[in-house]
């Protein structure tokens, strides 16, 4: 009886230690996919940024030629 107590408290402690290796294995998938995350986010506001950028300039553009286009008239 004493000898089956031992075997199963063994088979616990190992399914211990596994629920442990993979605890850390998650955590760590966790923090570089956070990383990853703000990495594209980072990315995302500067393409953003340049496009609303680029719209300002061609929105001066069509401003100018429509003024170009009326000055013909």
């Not at 088979?11 to 211990?16: A, E, K, R, V, Y």
């Not at 953003?48 to 001066?60: D, F, G, K, Q, W």
Request: charged share 45%.
């Amino acid at each position: 009886m004493i000898e089956e107590i031992k075997g199963i408290e063994k088979g616990f402690m190992q399914t211990l230690r596994n629920l442990r290796e993979k605890i850390e294995k998650l955590e760590t998938e966790k923090t570089d996919l956070l990383a990853e995350i703000e990495k594209l986010r980072k990315a995302g506001e500067e393409k953003a940024s340049a496009l609303e950028e680029e719209i300002a300039t061609l929105r001066e553009e069509v401003k100018s030629l429509k003024e170009l286009l009326g000055s013909l008239e």
